[in-house]
């Protein structure tokens, strides 16, 4: 036991404010500086994490308060980044699980909340946001008992800590109420200290450290990250490494630790030990991966294994293949292609890669929409070009049936959308299993969906609701396939040229369809310029120019009048397509194209699938 020492991980629905906690624990403990000027959201490191207002990777950071040294250990809100909160949970001893006051707990706070009791550790409910003007904290406070509750928890479990919190102002109280103007954050700290058991291992025992994640760095390459099990680690030691072959006959890597770190602030440090119970970084082991062991070399004993939740989405990434590769991007082969992704996955567990008949293209499968819009963003951001494919979802037999992944999804829409919403989800297989009253003119409707009827349904949802709609969603198991889902799209509007648009083709081609494309935009034949008002795709001249002649009066000269065109974003465009169509991803450029660009290798392909 290191009775000066303590583990915790922040778990909460996304939104509700773990980010801001840490924040104000950072401040608040005299980590930072007077004077030091510190953004928000400062474990919020990552570019895509800043712009979306969501974190997107675990992260770790420490405070020391009366003389212990807490560990916190920041965790996504979202189910697309569970691997992450899985991964997070096995570093610590304890939570903090934030609920917001007023929405209460959300499905999220269950999934991350069911994680945190599988591994039994211990709760601090945190109930965050309490100056709301619709705050309903005793009410809440009900909600996280019954949540409890439906979840099996023991006695033990069900009778946790509660704090009231203010964290954006770091005012906390114990009990549920108002914290004072003049509270800080002590009461918070005060229960982490009492509530949170300190970690347990015997440092006498011979060394067992998990690696729970992967980092790099420019000086000194892979970093692994984890926590002492066992033992006690010690920089410039033989160490083995047990691999996940370790025990198939395979001996143990036997590495020195070149460099030994711990979390101090948001700062790594060197150190020269680091007992049981202690997070560590170290440097020196090129070939370790999640899930590893870092053992004593006299008595290798590997740890049980990481086991994260199965995919659930899968999609195929390849090689650029249009007439406009090459002018954007650095990264255009398909060995940098499999070089990132397979980067990817030795730090994203819940990622799985697939090979394809083809060299040039890859499956890539993960637990949403989000998670593999954020990989392709990343990707984009660092100089890629690539195509996508539309999301599908992974199948499983069971007992000669098939079956399919199920989400449960929880929105939160004003009264008068309430139609709308059940009407979305009828012809996406969705059945609506609660619907109750929410504050101030709000309605909270609970349904069950097939995975692949709520691919694109959050922009659809948001548009006709006009930005009102909030949608949480989380995988919940596998039902039977629920049959073929309509499509909601019209056809497709194709250019069957190479060239740039101009304003007059746009213009006589208003009626056809919604275009994508301003005039003076570079099209190619076999690009999607625009959605059809009819069912079937059409094929169009979107860049001929207006002939010359003779004829100079008013009428003929008029100024072309276009509506706005609908700009894909990468998420739109992801959801928008159908099979036979696939996203171009430049760093400048989102394109929506056919698979096979030429109309007489369409007409073949498509004679191919109706035989």
Not at 29 to 39: D, E, K, L, N, S
Not at 66 to 84: M, R, S, W, Y
Not at 201 to 225: C, F, H, K, N, W
Not at 481 to 494: C, K, Q, T, Y
Request: hydrophobic fraction near 40%.
């Amino acid at each position: 036991m290191s009775p000066k020492l303590r583990n915790v991980a922040l778990v909460a629905h996304v939104d509700h404010g773990k980010t801001t906690l840490v924040d104000a624990l950072l401040r608040a403990t005299g980590t930072f500086a007077a004077h030091q000027a510190v953004v928000d959201r400062v474990m919020d490191s990552n570019d895509q994490e800043r712009e979306r207002g969501i974190t997107i990777l675990a992260k770790a950071a420490s405070i020391t308060w009366k003389g212990v040294k807490i560990n916190l250990v920041d965790t996504p809100g979202h189910a697309d980044f569970g691997g992450e909160v899985e991964r997070a949970l096995t570093m610590v001893d304890g939570v903090l699980l934030l609920v917001d006051a007023a929405e209460g707990p959300l499905p999220q706070t269950r999934y991350v909340l069911q994680k945190a009791l599988a591994l039994d550790l211990p709760a601090v409910v945190v109930i965050n946001k309490v100056d709301r003007q619709d705050a309903r904290a005793e009410e809440v406070l009900d909600e996280i008992y019954q949540l409890f509750i439906d979840l099996d928890a023991g006695d033990h479990h069900i009778d946790f800590a509660i704090v009231s919190a203010v964290a954006r102002e770091g005012r906390t109280m114990r009990g549920v109420g108002m914290p004072a103007a003049d509270d800080d954050l002590s009461a918070l700290l005060d229960t982490v200290l009492d509530a949170i058991p300190p970690p347990t291992g015997d440092a006498s025992a011979p060394l067992q450290a998990m690696v729970t994640q992967l980092d790099a760095s420019e000086y000194l390459g892979r970093l692994a990250i984890g926590r002492v099990v066992n033992g006690v680690m010690r920089r410039g030691e033989t160490v083995a490494l047990l691999e996940e072959e370790f025990g198939e006959g395979q001996p143990p890597l036997k590495r020195k630790l070149a460099q030994l770190m711990s979390f101090h602030g948001v700062s790594r440090d060197e150190v020269d030990e680091l007992s049981a119970g202690d997070l560590f970084v170290v440097a020196g082991f090129p070939e370790v991966e999640i899930g590893d062991t870092i053992a004593a070399v006299d008595s290798p004993v590997a740890l049980p294994r990481l086991v994260v939740d199965e995919p659930v989405l899968r999609m195929t990434f390849g090689v650029n293949t249009s007439p406009l590769a090459g002018r954007d991007g650095k990264f255009l082969t398909s060995r940098h292609l499999v070089d990132r992704l397979n980067k990817e996955i030795l730090g994203n567990v819940s990622i799985k890669l697939f090979e394809t008949g083809s060299p040039d293209v890859i499956e890539v499968a993960g637990r949403g929409e989000l998670q593999l819009a954020v990989l392709i963003e990343s990707m984009r951001r660092e100089g890629y070009e690539l195509q996508v494919s539309r999301p599908e979802v992974i199948t499983k037999e069971v007992n000669g049936k098939r079956f399919e992944p199920q989400e449960r999804g929880v929105c939160d829409v004003p009264d008068e959308y309430v139609g709308t919403v059940t009407q979305e989800l009828a012809p996406r297989k969705g059945r609506v299993t609660d619907l109750r009253a929410g504050d101030a003119g709000r309605t909270i409707v609970t349904f069950e969906c097939p995975s692949r009827g709520l691919i694109g349904f959050r922009s659809l949802l948001l548009t006709s609701t006009r930005g009102t709609a909030l949608l949480h969603q989380h995988h919940v198991g596998w039902m039977p396939w629920a049959g073929d889902m309509p499509s909601p799209r019209g056809g497709a509007l194709v250019s069957d040229r190479l060239g740039v648009t101009t304003g007059y083709a746009l213009d006589k081609l208003q009626l056809s369809g919604q275009f994508f494309v301003n005039p003076g935009e570079q099209v190619y034949e076999g690009m999607v310029v625009g959605e059809s008002a009819r069912d079937d795709e059409m094929v169009i001249n979107a860049v001929r120019a207006k002939e010359k002649n003779n004829i100079r009066t008013h009428s003929h000269d008029d100024a072309v009048k276009l509506p706005t065109p609908k700009i894909h974003t990468l998420e739109t465009a992801i959801e928008w397509i159908v099979d036979d169509e696939l996203v171009e991803v430049t760093p400048k450029a989102i394109r929506v194209r056919k698979r096979y660009l030429a109309l007489e290798d369409r007409r073949k392909a498509n004679k191919k699938v109706s035989a």
